[in-house]
């Protein structure tokens, strides 16, 4: 017996969408390939520009910003892009923390494990403000680790202060997190790992 025409379209499509989806798959993750495999003088170039537009990004949506961070001991600016595929999916990037003291540049990586339906790509850029050199100092040298059982949401519950905007992520920590829309007062923060990059530190 013939299959219903009904029967055909659906078949019809999922099969698209499974080619579609072999397809780009590769052609992301080639992309991130690339950009991994760039010399390490163009990376921090790249580390450079990404922090220095989303600092301008910030203090114009959030002009108290650029005050709060010129007096921390430092700040620390990470890029996130992340492929998320069906059920799971890690997100990683890169990103470099300054000393306002010494000038300073530590260049550092990122990884966050997610989960949740369907695929997506995400991409925002998180600024930290690092209070005292001890918060900077732990954050550069011991690296920072926010386990899954963790509050998966941090939100930012001042109402004014030197670091109004900013979100409390640890003593001495002030986040900021940038996205296609704005500075956003909550960011979900579980599952977040940050550890210096060997290669671009030599």
Known sequence: MDEKPSTRG????????????????PLITGDISAKENKSNVQQKQELRKMRDKALRDLYWNHPKSKQAIAKAAGYGVFDLFGLHIFVAGTSKGKGIVVSNTTKKETFMKMRRIGAGPGMSVKDFRWIFAFETKDALNNFINNGWEMGADASAVAKNRMKGGAFEG?????????????????????????GTKFWKDDELNR
């Open 10 to 25: 659906e078949m019809r499509y999922k099969y698209i969408l499974i080619v579609a989806i072999i397809f780009l798959i």
């Open 166 to 190: 900013a979100i409390s992520v640890a003593p001495g920590v002030w986040l900021y997190q940038l996205t296609e829309k704005g500075l956003s007062l909550e960011a979900v923060i579980s």
